[in-house]
């Protein structure tokens, strides 16, 4: 079981920036991959970014330029630098976490940019 908490979600004007952080309940090196999501009201939800334990990254072609996913091994952590935010990334961020077959989902962390 991986219990994960993520923070850093806020209001920010369009152009500027924020920084989310998903803490992980145990070590990070068990988790296969990880990835933040995020959904709209009205839409689905849909893959940002994601980073494997090896490192590897890959992000949605919306946000590719902008935001930067990266783990923290010694903090267990994963985060999200978000840059040259847009009115249209406002949702709700959902840090994930998968291992063992299986996926565990944070309890999410609004953002809202307005313009």
């Known amino acids: 079981q991986v219990q994960l908490v993520e923070s850093g979600g806020g209001l920010v004007q369009a152009g500027g920036s924020l920084r989310l952080s998903c803490v992980t309940s145990g070590s990070i090196f068990s988790i296969n991959r990880m990835g933040w999501y995020r959904q709209a009201p009205g839409k689905q939800r849909e893959l940002v970014a994601g980073i494997t334990r090896g490192g590897t990254t890959n992000y949605a072609d919306s946000v590719r330029g902008r935001f930067t996913i990266s783990r923290d091994n010694a903090k267990n952590t994963v985060y999200l630098q978000m840059n040259s935010l847009k009115p249209e990334d406002t949702a709700v961020y959902y840090c994930?976490?998968?291992?063992?077959?299986?996926?565990?989902w944070g309890q999410g962390t609004q953002v809202t940019v307005s313009s």
């Open positions: 994930a976490a998968y291992q063992g077959g299986s996926a565990y």
